[in-house]
């Protein structure tokens, strides 16, 4: 190997250790590439597809694989579910977030969607907060409960 190939190599490796060790960059690999390598060998150990799915995505796929499970039991197809946005999901408890339409898609199958988004109006379920701060999966009924829906999720 020549001598400035060698110190191509150094200052390469030197470049991509400092860039991974400062700001943003390193924030994003301790929250997305450190923690999969660090759970790998327990999804190892659980070759269930279902069990990997649910060590891995947690709580949001929980929510909405228990909602599939009760529309495909009720017999339900077609449901446009309204999902409520991070700030009114805190309610139900700082360990559940609500994805984004796509994601719950790419969890379930299920269509969703988000106050700001134009299919809102089409919406004919609602996840809502109850009382003892579990969110509720309810049936949207009409045109007024699906405005009073929208308004109390994007007012809270």
Same mark, same amino acid.
């Given at each position: ?49 279902? @069990? ?6 947690? /709580? #949001?796929?929980?929510?909405? $694989?228990? *909602?599939?499970?009760?529309?495909? %039991? ?47 109006? @089409? ?6 907060? /109850? #009382?003892?701060?579990?969110? $509720?999966? *309810?049936?949207?009924?009409?045109? %007024? ?12």
């Amino acid at each position: 190997m020549n001598t400035r190939t060698l110190v191509l190599l150094i200052a390469s490796i030197l470049l991509v250790t400092i860039y991974f060790n400062v700001g943003q960059p390193n924030k994003w690999y301790n929250e997305r590439i450190k923690p999969f390598s660090e759970d790998i060998s327990a999804q190892l150990n659980e070759m269930g597809l279902e @069990k990997r799915k649910r060590l891995r995505w947690n /709580n #949001p796929y929980i929510v909405f $694989s228990s *909602i599939k499970g009760y529309l495909k %039991t009720a017999g339900i197809k077609n449901a446009l579910i309204l999902t409520p946005p991070p700030s009114y999901a805190s309610k139900f408890s700082p360990a559940i977030t609500m994805p984004e339409p796509v994601i719950v898609y790419y969890y379930t199958g299920l269509r969703s969607t988000t106050i700001g988004c134009e299919d809102i109006r @089409k919406a004919n379920f609602c996840i809502v907060a /109850n #009382p003892n701060r579990i969110p $509720s999966f *309810i049936a949207i009924l009409d045109s %007024t409960d699906l405005n009073n829906r929208i308004t109390e999720l994007s007012t809270k």
